[in-house]
């Protein structure tokens, strides 16, 4: 019933091809670029749907990274993808070695990919596979459509900007004026949207259909201080949880283990489904009262399309905690709550850790949350750019870009 997510050997994947796609398709041929993180797959794939439901004689093809996500959010999906060996800038020289040999590896495989199927289109979704990518449909005369998926833009998303024919941001761009000529609101997959009601989500996933969830998830890759937070949770505060279960999605390596979070719930009294990833993520926010959550924008963008209630804890890696400014509008207006990640689990545990605890509790606060979420506009865009790169139909714009 729930599709995992099974860690792939790091390196060189093969093309795969979905059976519906022809090699001899003689439709447009657009690739979507983009790749090192479910946050940048996952509008790409959103994209792909409504593109073949556009034309059924399109043809999309991913130029990914070669992590094994990538690969394992693509194959399951059906989708054709070339990975391109590109590596993330990094300062150290040991690091700046890798980055200068992944350049050289990348830009011969975006210009083998670009000049074999000479693409109608290349969208470039975020990542540093993209730059490469971009550069090579630049010298090819392929027009370039950047779709910013966050707050603030990151290094590639900068570089490709000088060079795209187009871009657009999924969310405002406050720091950057006139970076984007159009707010179009996130790419989301159908699958990341509830199938069906709160009661058969859990029923297909296992869970008590009619026992509260409390949804915990690192997205895409997990997140390890949130992890451990729930470990913390769960052994101080397990007698809170009488009248809920929790759906743990704890990304595909947690240290120790799976086993050591389905423990710490078991040994607590705690109901609780440990799993490392779905690709079915809709069945996990359907089945949710309310969520714990990184702020990437994705996931803020799924929070929101499912009107779950949700507290979100932004990378704290980031020097600049960029990851706030995705979450911002829904916390503004009431329908979501921020807390700092501390990293630190017992620190966490009087900001994070007591904010969840404060919303189990509160009938009459989510109540609230989930009435701000339904009077937001709905956040999908993927028909729009879809609609664009096929028929150069102009943006609707639902919030002024600055």
Not at 72 to 96: C, D, K, N, Q, V
Request: hydrophobic share 45%; with cysteine.
């Amino acid at each position: 019933m729930i599709s995992a997510f099974v860690p792939l050997p790091e390196g060189r994947f093969q093309t795969t091809r979905s059976k519906e796609i022809g090699v001899g398709s003689t439709g447009p041929v657009i690739v979507l670029a983009g790749g090192g993180t479910g946050g940048h797959i996952s509008p790409g794939l959103a994209i792909a749907e409504r593109i073949r439901a556009m034309d059924s004689t399109a043809r999309t093809i991913f130029a990914c990274s070669a992590r094994a996500i990538d690969a394992s959010m693509l194959r399951e999906a059906g989708a054709e993808f070339f990975p391109i060996r590109a590596e993330p800038f990094s300062a150290s020289p040991r690091g700046f070695c890798h980055f200068l040999l992944g350049l050289i590896r990348a830009r011969a495989e975006a210009n083998a990919l670009i000049r074999k199927n000479r693409p109608t289109w290349v969208v470039s979704l975020g990542g540093f596979v993209t730059p490469p990518v971009a550069a090579a449909a630049r010298r090819a005369g392929v027009p370039i459509l950047l779709v910013n998926l966050d707050a603030k833009p990151g290094r590639a998303n900068r570089l490709v900007a000088r060079c795209a024919t187009r871009t657009v941001s999924a969310v405002a761009v406050t720091k950057i004026p006139h970076f984007a000529s159009a707010i179009t609101g996130m790419p989301i997959r159908r699958i990341a949207i509830a199938p069906a009601s709160t009661e058969l989500c859990r029923a297909e996933l296992g869970l008590d259909p009619a026992v509260r969830v409390l949804l915990i998830t690192g997205a895409s890759q997990g997140a390890q201080s949130l992890n451990e937070l729930a470990v913390h949770l769960a052994r101080s505060s397990g007698h809170r949880f009488r009248e809920w279960q929790v759906l743990h999605l704890c990304g595909g390596n947690p240290l120790g283990g799976i086993a050591r979070y389905e423990r710490a719930w078991r040994e607590s009294g705690v109901r609780a489904a440990v799993i490392p990833f779905m690709h079915r993520i809709g069945l996990a926010w359907g089945s949710a009262e309310i969520a714990l959550s990184r702020a990437g924008a994705s996931s803020v963008a799924e929070a929101q399309a499912n009107q779950v209630p949700t507290i979100f804890a932004p990378y704290p890696y980031h020097e600049d905690l960029h990851q706030r400014e995705n979450a911002r509008p829904l916390v503004e207006t009431g329908a979501a709550l921020m807390e700092l990640d501390l990293i630190d689990p017992h620190k966490n545990m009087s900001g994070l850790g007591a904010r969840v605890l404060e919303l189990m509790d509160s009938a009459e606060r989510r109540y609230a949350m989930r009435k701000a979420l339904q009077s937001m506009p709905p956040a999908d865009s993927a028909e729009q750019i879809a609609d664009f790169v096929l028929r150069n139909r102009p943006f609707r714009n639902p919030i002024p870009a600055t």
